[in-house]
């Protein structure tokens, strides 16, 4: 399966943006899709990941302002991004797998499928 990222771009602190990641190849049907992004000299960081089960889950400083969905329809996962921070300023990457577990949605490497990056730069 490949993944493609886009929707990323330069916004203002307290802004939001939509990022989505397309799949072709195959559907995403039971994949897991995490999203992930990293920083420049950081490592890559877990933002947020859907299973295939409708199941959602958040890292504790994204709770509340980012939410993940998919669209089976569009074969699209989104990345709805509120109240954004400078901090937030990274490359935001997304992820599949088809049978990863909940304990090991955090971990980069236990994805099996990446997209290229798409950059969001917050500005204060």
Do not use: H
Not at 12 to 41: D, H, M, N, Y
Not at 53 to 63: E, F, G
């Amino acid at each position: 399966v490949q993944l493609q990222a886009s929707g990323g771009g330069l916004v203002q602190a307290g802004g939001s943006l939509t990022l989505s990641c397309a799949a072709s190849g195959r559907t995403f049907g039971r994949l897991t899709v995490g999203w992930f992004r990293q920083a420049p000299g950081k490592e890559r960081e877990f933002v947020a990941a859907d299973k295939w089960n409708d199941r959602t889950y958040y890292a504790n400083s994204m709770k509340g302002r980012f939410t993940v969905s998919r669209d089976d329809a569009k074969n699209t996962v989104y990345l709805q991004m509120n109240s954004l921070r400078p901090e937030d300023t990274a490359v935001y990457y997304c992820a599949a797998d088809p049978s990863i577990i909940v304990s090991s949605l955090r971990i980069p490497s236990q994805y099996d499928y990446w997209g290229q990056g798409t950059q969001v730069t917050v500005s204060s």
